[in-house]
């Protein structure tokens, strides 16, 4: 499945409505680590039809930020049926995404 690029404007329908477990990839361009990260989360995406994938530009997307209280990044959240339920900040392997999407 493919990694959907969401905004401020698409945030609720694609991940507070969406059914099932969504997992969000907060990054921004001039970030090393989310630059690292990026590929495994591309990665997991291609292997995992059962949950979807989300990616979410920090410096083009204030508000889905300041609603998850994102002040370090790369972040990861985990939404299942639109309820946040895990999350956790920084580089990570493809294991530790999984275990989080758990």
Do not use: H
Request: hydrophobic share 45%; charged share 25%; proline share 6%.
């Amino acid at each position: 499945m493919a990694v959907v690029a969401v905004t401020d404007n698409t945030f609720k329908n694609e991940v507070l409505e969406a059914k099932g477990k969504v997992l969000v990839d907060v990054w921004a361009p001039w970030c090393g680590p989310c630059r690292a990260l990026s590929p495994i989360v591309e990665e997991v995406s291609n292997e995992n039809p059962g949950f979807k994938v989300c990616k979410v530009n920090a410096d083009e997307n204030p508000e889905i930020c300041n609603a998850l209280g994102v002040s370090s990044i790369p972040a990861l959240f985990v939404f299942e049926d639109g309820e946040l339920y895990n999350q956790r900040v920084g580089l990570c392997s493809k294991d530790a995404i999984y275990a989080l999407v758990k």
